[in-house]
Nanobody, 125 residues
Framework: QVQLVESGGGWVQAGVSLRLSCEAS????????MGWFRQAPGKEREFVAA????????TYADSVKGRFTISRDNAKNTVYLQMNSLKPEDTAVYYC?????WGRGVVTTTSYNFWGRGTQVTVSS
């Protein structure tokens, strides 16, 4: 079992940056590939970004490519999501998740075994 806790969300104006953190406990984070997802009100949870266990591979949703960066520090058992040039459409609850699978399935929620409770990001225009 691994427990995940997100932090760093908040209310910001469009154009600014936020960095989300996801700290793991219970098991070593390097055992897992990690993903960030988000869910806006009335919408399904959607993939944002993922990073493999070592940090050598990343993948992003087209909607955030070039603006968001996922990274990890296995020594700190923490994964990050740097979000730049935020837009109102980025408003959502952001979740981090852990998976043992790396491949095309990394973009689907069903590939992930462990989830955090989420952190709210609100971007105003």
């Amino acid at each position: 079992q691994v427990q995940l806790v997100e932090s760093g969300g908040g209310w910001v104006q469009a154009g600014v940056s936020l960095r989300l953190s996801c700290e793991a406990s219970g098991r070593t984070l390097s055992n897992y590939h990690m993903g960030w997802f988000r869910q806006a009100p009335g919408k399904e949870r959607e993939f944002v970004a993922a990073i493999n266990w070592s940090g050598s591979l990343t993948t992003y949703a087209d909607s955030v490519k070039g603006r968001f960066t996922i990274s990890r520090d296995n020594a700190k058992n923490t994964v990050y999501l740097q979000m730049n040039s935020l837009k109102p459409e980025d408003t959502a609850v952001y979740y981090c998740a852990a998976t043992s699978i790396w491949g095309r399935g990394v973009v689907t929620t069903t590939s992930y075994n462990f989830w955090g409770r989420g952190t709210q990001v609100t971007v105003s225009s």
